[in-house]
Every structure is written in C-alpha cells, then in structure tokens.
C-alpha cells in the first residue's frame, strides 16, 4: 500500500508485519529505508577458519563479530511484543494485518492475537522540503499482560565508514551511523546526513529511551573479506503493563527537513 505527500513516498507491505518497505524522500531523493536483511553466504563458513583470513581488511575477530543473521527483513516501523522475558510474541513484527481504512495520508492497520489486539496508525505530514511521518500503536487486551513493545526503524543515510556527514545527534553529543548508542528518555534525538541535506528529528510519545547499532555483514570484495555496513537499526522501547479493557497507546514521530532540491538543481542546470 503506497502514501504519499509531495515531500515523501511510503510503502507498507501490510501482509509482512504491515511495516514500511520504502521510504523515499522526493526533494533530495534519499532513499531512507533501503537497509538489506542480513543472510548467510556460502563464503561466511571460510571466514570461520582463522588459516583462511590472511589479507583480510579486517581482523578475524572483526570478522566474526560481523557474522549475524536477520530472522526479519530490514524494514521500518516494525511493531514487537515482547514479554517480561523479552520473548517476541504474536508475529506483530512479520504476520499479516488488516487494512481497516486507507488515504492517500494515513493508513490505518490491526492485528489480532491471544486476545490481543494492535492497532496501527501511519499518518504522512505534509510540505516538499520539510514533512513528518507518525507511527502509532493503539494495543488492548482482554486480560493482563507484563512486557513492553517496541517499534523498530531501519535506516540507510550512508554512514558506512565512520561517514562524518552522517550522525545520530542529541545536545552537544553526536555519534557515527555505524556505532552503537542510545539517549534516555525524555533526551532530543535526532539522525541525518549533511551533505545529502537530510535532518530527522524523533519524538517518543509517552517519551522513553532509544537505542541503535549498526547493521553490518561480511562480503568477499576485491579486497578480500571485509566488514560491510548496511544501514542503522533504530529501537523505541516502551514497558508495556495492560489492563483488561484499558487500551494504551504509544507513537513515535519522525519529522525531517530537506535543505537541497536535486529536481530544482537538475532543472537549473539542465
């Protein structure tokens, strides 16, 4: 299912965990979702054996650190339940939803199980070089439930390689794409790439913490086998505690800003 505003185009695969599969911004032409799922290789077994690795660009041990594997595609807005023991429950993150109402703005998604019932709301802000995107979570239950959900967020603003133009920023403080990190609750965050001229800011609502890291694998490149970076995972995290009958609901709001126009410049240069 495709929204759109004239600042940005999204796709919600609504049977894969009704999560958004592409997220273009049209002024800078950024490509925002574009991260791929981690998956074996054949050439991942030599990487295991240490007599294998000479001239490598990395270290072994680097090497094998890299060596993880997604039991999801790397899409945004995933939705996951999660029990006291962490346990994901309910292929929120992967199952099928239904569509229950739709506009050219906002899709509005739900998805039953074990007498839970999610509801999720994506909603499209509008303006060419500034706009916003809202995920929200409405969830119910006919009985207690002990957890907490999370959405998930998969971005590529290439940050490979310590990309100084790519950043994740709250304060004073700022951090690489390909690192690891988190602010507190309550802490401005924001993620973008200078000289793309992309700026998102996200707000949780209720405010809780947020956490990312890299999402890297190993390839065989002319080079030899070396760590490749894929994207940036992005996690908002809140404690999830139902009453029967008491719905909650919990959002994240992804507004971004656009300093250049490759379609202007094209069209003035062309």
Not at 3 to 18: H, I, M
Not at 45 to 65: F, H, M
Not at 240 to 268: I, K, W, Y
Request: charged residues 25%; aromatic residues 8%; proline residues 4%.
């Amino acid at each position: 299912m495709a929204l759109g505003t004239s600042g940005q185009t999204v796709v919600v695969d609504v049977a894969e965990g009704a999560a958004i599969g592409s997220w273009d911004l049209r002024a800078t032409r950024v490509a925002l979702a574009s991260v791929l799922r981690r998956r074996p290789e054949p050439y991942h077994d030599t990487i295991r054996s240490p007599d294998a690795l000479e001239g490598a660009v990395a270290t072994p041990d680097d090497l094998a650190g890299s060596l993880e594997y997604d039991d999801h595609e790397r899409r945004s807005g995933l939705v996951r339940l999660r029990r006291v023991d962490s346990h994901s429950v309910g292929e929120f993150d992967r199952g099928p939803w239904t569509m229950e109402r739709a506009t050219d703005r906002e899709l509005v998604l739900s998805r039953r199980w074990d007498g839970i019932l999610a509801r999720k709301t994506v909603a499209l802000g509008s303006g060419r070089q500034d706009g916003s995107m809202t995920v929200s979570v409405e969830i119910e239950a006919d009985r207690e439930f002990e957890g907490s959900l999370e959405l998930e967020w998969n971005v590529n603003l290439m940050g490979g390689g310590a990309n100084p133009a790519a950043y994740y920023r709250s304060g004073s403080d700022e951090w690489r794409h390909d690192t690891r990190g988190h602010v507190t609750a309550g802490a401005d965050l924001s993620f973008g790439n200078t000289y793309e001229g992309v700026d998102i800011s996200l707000v949780a609502d209720p405010p809780t913490r947020a956490q990312w890291f890299a999402v890297e694998t190993v390839s065989n490149s002319e080079a030899g086998f070396e760590r490749v970076y894929q994207g940036s995972c992005l996690i908002v995290r809140w404690p999830l505690s139902l009453v029967a009958g008491q719905p909650l609901t919990f959002a994240t709001t992804l507004s971004f800003t656009q300093s250049r126009d490759r379609s202007a410049e094209e069209a003035a240069t062309g």
